[in-house]
C-alpha cells in the first residue's frame, strides 16, 4: 500500500507530534499533514477541530487525503473531568472522520484505541482480545464505541479500518496529556530533576506499557500489513511489558539512590483499577508481525538518558 497524503488529527499530541516525524522521515514530509485543534507553534501544523464536519471534508478535499492517522482524543483523566467534551471529540469527531473518509474515498483510516475499552469485570492478566469489555469510563466507554464504529464502516461501508489498543505509552519528547498511566513518566521526570514524586495511583497497580518508538513502528507496521492477513481490524491487543508504581521507583532508583515515590492515590486509582495488568498481543503478532524492540529495563535506560540530556543538559 503506498501512501500520497497523510493526515494526522491530534498530532500536537503526545503519539502524534512523534508520528509526524517518524512518517514524514519515512514518506517525506510533503506527504504528511499535521493537525491539531490547538496551536502548536509549527508552521506546518494546519487548524483541524475534528468535531467540525465541514473542517474535516475540507481538509481531505484540500490536500487530497488518502490516508488518516485519527489521533485525536480526549484520554482517560481528563475524559472524567469533563465526559461532554470526551463524547464530543471521541465520538462525534471519529464520526465525522469515517463519513467524510468514505464521501471523499480516504483508502485507509487508523484509529487507536485503549486498555481503557476494558472493564472491572474483565479478567486481569493475559487478557485476549475477545473478552468482557465494560468500561466504566467515559473513554473507555467511547473507544470501545468507536472500535466497532470503525468494525461497521469496514464491513458496510468498505472503508480500511484498523486500530491497536494502547497500554500506556511512555516517551520524553512530548508529554502526555490527561491519561492515568501518566504517573509512569511524571515519576520519571521528578527522578531525573532530583525531586521526590506524589504518586497519584497505589504503589501495587499493575498496568501494561510500551515505549512511543514501538508504538509508531507498530502503527505503520499495521497500516501497511497485507489487509488478506487481517483476521481483527480494529482491537488488536499490544503491549511490551507490565510494572507497578513501585517497581519503575525500584528500577529509577540504580540511577538516583536517593530517589523516592510517595503514594497518595486520587480519583484515578478507580480508572487503574479497572484496567488489566496484562495483555495478550498473540494476535497482532501473528497476523502483522508486531515486535515489541524495548522491555521495561531498556525503556527506563532510554527514557532516563534522554530525559536527562534534555532537563539537564549539563549532567548527560
Ligand atoms: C490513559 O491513561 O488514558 C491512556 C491510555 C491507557 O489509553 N494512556
Excluded at 514524514?24 to 483541524?48: A, H, M, Q
Excluded at 532508583?253 to 498481543?281: E, M, T, V
Aim: with cysteine; glycine share 8%.
Amino acid at each position: 500500500m503506498t501512501f500520497q497524503k497523510i493526515l494526522i488529527t491530534g498530532a500536537g499530541g503526545q503519539i502524534g507530534s512523534e508520528l509526524t516525524s517518524y512518517l514524514s522521515e519515512i514518506y517525506g514530509e510533503e506527504r504528511i499533514i499535521p493537525s491539531d485543534v490547538r496551536d502548536t507553534g509549527d508552521s506546518r501544523f494546519k487548524f483541524l477541530d475534528v468535531t467540525d464536519k465541514k473542517s474535516v471534508a475540507l481538509i481531505l478535499d484540500k490536500y487530497k487525503i488518502d490516508t488518516i492517522f485519527h489521533l485525536a482524543a480526549i484520554l482517560s483523566a481528563n475524559g472524567e473531568r469533563n465526559p461532554e467534551v470526551a463524547y464530543r471529540v471521541n465520538v462525534d469527531g471519529l464520526h465525522n472522520i469515517l463519513e467524510s473518509s468514505v464521501e471523499k474515498k480516504v483508502d485507509l483510516v487508523m484509529i487507536p484505541s485503549t486498555i481503557g475499552v476494558f472493564g472491572p469485570e474483565t479478567p486481569k492478566e493475559n487478557v485476549p482480545i475477545e473478552t468482557v469489555t465494560r468500561p466504566t469510563t467515559i473513554y473507555g466507554i467511547t473507544k470501545l464505541l468507536a472500535e466497532q464504529l470503525g468494525n461497521y464502516y469496514q464491513y458496510k461501508r468498505g472503508l480500511d479500518v484498523r486500530g491497536m489498543r494502547f497500554p500506556g505509552l511512555l516517551s520524553y519528547k512530548s508529554p502526555p496529556g490527561g491519561g492515568t498511566t501518566d504517573y509512569a513518566i511524571e515519576m520519571m521526570i521528578s527522578a531525573v530533576k532530583g525531586e521526590k514524586y506524589d504518586c497519584f495511583l497505589k504503589r501495587d497497580t499493575r498496568l501494561p506499557m510500551m515505549y512511543l518508538p514501538d508504538a509508531l513502528e507498530s502503527l505503520k507496521k499495521l497500516a501497511e500489513a497485507d489487509a488478506s492477513k487481517l483476521v481483527h481490524r480494529t482491537d488488536f491487543n499490544v503491549s511490551a511489558f507490565s510494572f507497578t508504581p513501585d517497581e519503575l521507583e525500584a528500577e529509577l532508583k540504580n540511577y538516583y539512590p536517593s530517589f523516592s515515590s510517595y503514594y497518595k492515590p486520587d480519583f484515578r486509582q478507580r480508572i487503574a483499577d479497572s484496567w488489566p495488568g496484562s495483555l495478550d498481543s498473540s494476535a497482532a503478532k501473528r497476523e502483522w508481525g508486531f515486535k515489541p524492540n524495548y522491555d521495561f529495563r531498556g525503556t527506563v535506560e532510554d527514557m532516563v538518558t534522554n530525559l536527562q540530556a534534555r532537563l539537564i543538559p549539563g549532567k548527560a
